[in-house]
């Protein structure tokens, strides 16, 4: 008897040794980011130099990484107008461009060369209108794609840029620096394809209104 009493003592030791090891690991792989990892993170998500949209104060921000040539990034663009809209004074959005397409860096250049007049949003806009005209036809033959110089020198005229300047900053690669930033951060945030987007960081995993919405109101809760 007074074996087995042992027996069941020392049994029961180890089950709570067990217990024990079994909670301090469930935290350690559940615990927060430590602040190092979350300040590079957010680092990552937003540089000093981002365009932004909507009060710094805004307690939610959205971080969209998009392709001015991406088809999808043109049709939920107006979903994200929206929430910004219904949400006003509540979130700002942030843009970072991860060019993946075959004309994006000639739309990011007209993007970037309107930010320097205060037209960026203005130069987004205008870009994604006119996407059929010069945007990559998927799954369509090289020799159809449409000469998209051409009409982005075009595009300077009608923006009012000065287009020898636009020839001038596509030949020298005058934003690669920026642009560079965005892909960069783009990759060490996990984004393979576009758009992608982030709710204070939260990944967005379907593009939806509907779940757009939820996170920013999870995030107006916290």
Sequence with gaps: MKKETVLLGIIGGLVAVIAIIGASYYRDSTAPAQPAEAASAESALVRPDSPTMGSADAPVTIVEFYDPECESCAAFHDTIKKVLKEYEGKTRLVARIMPLHPNSLLAAT??????EQGKYWEAQEFVYRKQPEWGTVHG????EQPYAPAMFEKYAVDFGLDVEDFKKAVNENRYSDTLRQDMEDGRRLGVSRTPTIFVNGRLLIRLSESDLKYLVEQELSE
Aim: net charge neutral; proline share 10%.
């Design 110 to 115: 007209f993007i970037e060369m309107a930010r």
């Design 140 to 143: 369509s033959p090289s020799t």
